[in-house]
């Protein structure tokens, strides 16, 4: 039997580190960090939730958690994350980026944030400790982080929304570190080429770039057409296949088989 697949192991704990970068990468490629880190908080709520005044509930525990990241330009990669049952401080926030740095192996050029009141003076001061150049999104604006308030929402839509949210610290730091873990390992990205994080530091062949496999039996092959040229003929039919679920969310891990 001929297959394909991605494996993950989902790690324990408040921390979450982010694959290693390899040594003595391609050339040209931005290393682990290179491009900058984006840091960001977000309020993950325990069922329903409204904004509005008498029905309104605090953001805290027991309605919800705060979750921060911190996320690699380069290879989208999270860093490191935390939780908090309040909303953090700045020195909460800058031990979440020492980790990430650590994680590195080096200081970024520099850390995209909003203008929360946690990127201040003591963030600020942390900064210049480091030779980091801080940059900020503008207020109000949508889309001025965008890159990892993407992340928030495929981490809301892909495990939260789908489970019920652990009213226990040490059950939601798991699930978090699950879902980032599948995050590195099996969900391929778009804007990677269909690569995973953990591909792109590896500096593996975009799916899109890889000889394709072409299971039908009539389809032809044109070997003068550079596409067509990288085809592979396979014998009976491709199948997805969900060899195992992770977390309470259940997240798929795929993989492509045929049948002999």
Known sequence: ????????????GS?????????????????LGEDG??????????????????????QRWPFGWWVGAVLDHHSRAIMSTRVWKTLPSARSVVWMLRDAVRSA???????VSDQGVQFRDEYLQWC??????????AVHQHGSI??????????????????????????MR???????????????????????????????TPAREKRRLEPRPRMPIAKNDPVQARA??????????VVRRLGAAKLPVLELRQAA
């Open 105 to 111: 192996g080096r200081a970024p050029k520099h850390i």
């Open 232 to 241: 592979r003929r396979v014998k009976g039919s491709l199948q997805l296949s």
């Open 128 to 137: 210049r400790s480091l030779g980091v150049r801080p940059r900020f999104g």
């Open 174 to 204: 798991a699930e978090l570190s699950a879902y980032v873990g599948w995050y590195h390992s099996e969900r391929p990205h778009q804007a990677l080429g269909g690569l995973t994080p953990a591909e792109r530091l590896s500096g593996a």
């Open 37 to 58: 880190l984006h840091v960001d908080l977000t309020f993950v709520q325990m069922g329903l939730w409204v904004p509005w005044v008498p029905f309104t509930l605090p």
């Open 15 to 31: 921390r979450t580190r982010a694959p290693a970068a390899p040594a003595g990468g391609p050339s040209g490629r931005a290393e």
């Open 146 to 171: 965008a890159m990892i308030e993407r992340f928030w929402k495929s981490m809301k839509e892909e495990c939260f929304a789908r489970m019920r949210v652990p009213l226990g610290l040490g059950a």
């Open 1 to 12: 039997m001929w297959c394909f697949s991605r494996s993950t192991r989902a790690k324990k």
